[in-house]
């Protein structure tokens, strides 16, 4: 590079690369950047869920279910109370017999806007600077998360203050995932794909465990803190993101020396791969131009992975938004759990999450089968959500188990969509190399799987107040639904794998190829 070049480089790079190549004397190896990237990303999306996951535990505090339920609970010790519920005890508007209703609607207003703004904020993102981009989304993110606990303290009790912050709560989350999702896209390779960022999309899980834990033991306080605490944590975490998030190699003058294109099959003949294209391919040469929204959506897979993904947030969400209201309003071992002990149970279904999330990257990753893997998690989630909800009030321990095994089954392909496959698509050889697709095809898929997650809490607010078996059956046909949806590519993939098995057979110098995947 020449020193003119990197001169100007230098001064591009964030304040924090800066300080650190200054303790070092010296650049950071391109090594040192990707764990760099991993550690920043996984903290900030960590942030977004910590300030997502609070108005689940809330709920309890503001809806018909007594404020002081939640306010003797500590870390971790179980509370029991003698009833689930008493009107007129939690905060106007959301205490009245049509409370679950009302925060069902200010779910879907904060859902609703989030999924809308997902599809603006991939094309944005794919043509601003993602570090001020993403900066930008998380102290927006803070700052309207605060002012729904501000209601606390200026006893507000009008219902469309309460909806308004969430919607605007909603549109500044949109910038999250299409940034973080592109920026590792950026700089992480093909090899390991599904297992690295199994792994790293455990930042789901364990922002809904931490908000989960905060909210809880801030209800002692006033339901308020349960909103502020997250939003200054998210604002700090935005500061972090601006001073060392490097959005891609060239940012900060990095040489990508990886194994990417040495670990894309082609055919031996040097053609375009048909249906076993391979979904990466990673030559970043030339100029490239943002792809447009339309053209986003007609790459092979973006819309079958994209509306399996409508279902299966819908299944994740509905408990994301309602699992502690459930669990502090069904009585398990004929006992009733306080609203905090049940915020801080509800924190083992992301648990499983972050096994199934793991999981699911690595069989995909063996098997080189992204589709098979979705359904057949989907499949199983079927099981495990009549299971917990037929079983999961005879003790307590049986209730912990089965929604360890519900949450593993049910985020296990919801965390790979959103993130290996997001990844493969987003840079997929029909697009020649372009890498400025990603946010665009990431926003795409989580966007429409954000329709679903904002139509499934909508509609237990309502059914749940008739029934909650009605519920899980909604939720078990939506992971059916979810799983036929990749049955096309379930298919194409089965027979990829015969048609390389036979000729693995017939021809035993094609076993050292690397297995091609799907051009789904």
Not at 29 to 47: C, G, H, M, N
Not at 314 to 327: E, G, K, Q
Not at 343 to 367: E, K, Q, Y
Request: aromatic share 12%; charged share 10%.
């Amino acid at each position: 590079m020449p020193e003119s070049e990197y001169e100007t480089t230098a001064q591009k790079k964030p304040l924090g690369i800066r300080f650190l190549e200054w303790l070092k004397k010296g650049t950071l190896s391109y090594k040192t950047y990707q764990v760099i990237v991993l550690i920043v990303t996984f903290l900030a999306y960590a942030a977004y869920h910590a300030a997502r996951k609070t108005t689940s535990i809330v709920k309890s505090a503001l809806d018909p279910a007594s404020s002081k339920l939640g306010s003797t609970a500590k870390l971790w010790e179980i509370n029991y109370v003698s009833q689930p519920t008493t009107l007129g005890d939690g905060w106007a508007p959301f205490d009245g017999a049509n409370g679950t209703g009302l925060l069902g609607e200010v779910d879907l207003a904060f859902l609703a806007v989030y999924a809308m703004g997902m599809y603006f904020s991939g094309h944005l993102g794919d043509r601003m600077n993602l570090r001020i981009f993403l900066t930008i989304g998380m102290v927006g993110t803070g700052v309207f998360t605060s002012l729904f606990g501000a209601g606390y303290w200026a006893d507000i009790h009008n219902f469309y203050y309460f909806l308004a912050v969430q919607m605007l709560a909603g549109l500044f989350q949109s910038t999250g995932w299409p940034s973080v999702v592109a920026v590792v896209g950026n700089w992480c390779g093909k090899k390991k794909r599904g297992l690295i960022m199994g792994i790293w999309n455990a930042h789901t899980s364990i922002g809904n465990i931490s908000g989960s834990l905060i909210a809880a033991a801030m209800l002692s306080y006033g339901w308020g803190w349960s909103f502020v605490v997250p939003g200054f944590v998210i604002a700090f975490v935005g500061l972090l993101v601006f001073l060392f998030l490097p959005v891609n190699p060239s940012s900060v003058g990095a040489d990508r020396v990886e194994e990417d294109e040495s670990s894309s099959p082609k055919k031996s003949n040097g053609e375009e791969v048909g249906l076993t294209e391979p979904l990466l391919s990673s030559s970043f040469k030339g100029k490239q131009e943002a792809v447009g929204f339309i053209e986003a959506w007609k790459i092979p897979g973006v819309a079958p992975f994209a509306l399996c993904l409508f279902f299966s947030k819908l299944v994740a969400y509905t408990f994301l938004y309602w699992l502690p209201f459930y669990i502090s309003h069904t009585a398990i071992d004929g006992k009733y759990l306080s609203s905090g002990t049940a915020g801080n149970l509800s924190t083992l279904f992301d648990v499983g999450g972050v096994v199934g999330g793991i999981l699911a990257g690595h069989i995909s990753d063996r098997l080189n089968a992204r589709a098979i893997t979705a359904a057949g998690f989907m499949y199983c989630a079927i099981p495990a959500l009549y299971f917990y909800r037929s079983y999961g009030n005879v003790s307590l321990t049986m209730n912990i188990v089965l929604m360890l095994i519900t949450g593993m089954f049910v985020n296990g392909p919801y965390a790979l969509i959103t993130t290996a496959v997001s990844a493969d698509l987003g840079t997929h050889s029909s697009l020649k190399g372009n890498s400025r697709a990603l946010a665009t095809v990431t926003a795409i898929i989580d966007g429409t799987g954000s329709v679903g997650a904002a139509i499934g809490p909508l509609l237990t607010g309502y059914i749940s107040a008739t029934s909650w078996s009605a519920v899980f059956t909604m939720l078990m046909g939506a992971a059916f639904v979810a799983g036929l949806l990749l049955t096309k590519l379930v298919i194409a993939e089965v027979g990829a794998k015969i048609a390389e098995s036979s000729r693995s057979q017939g021809s035993p110098s094609q076993s050292s190829h690397p297995v091609a995947e799907l051009d789904v």
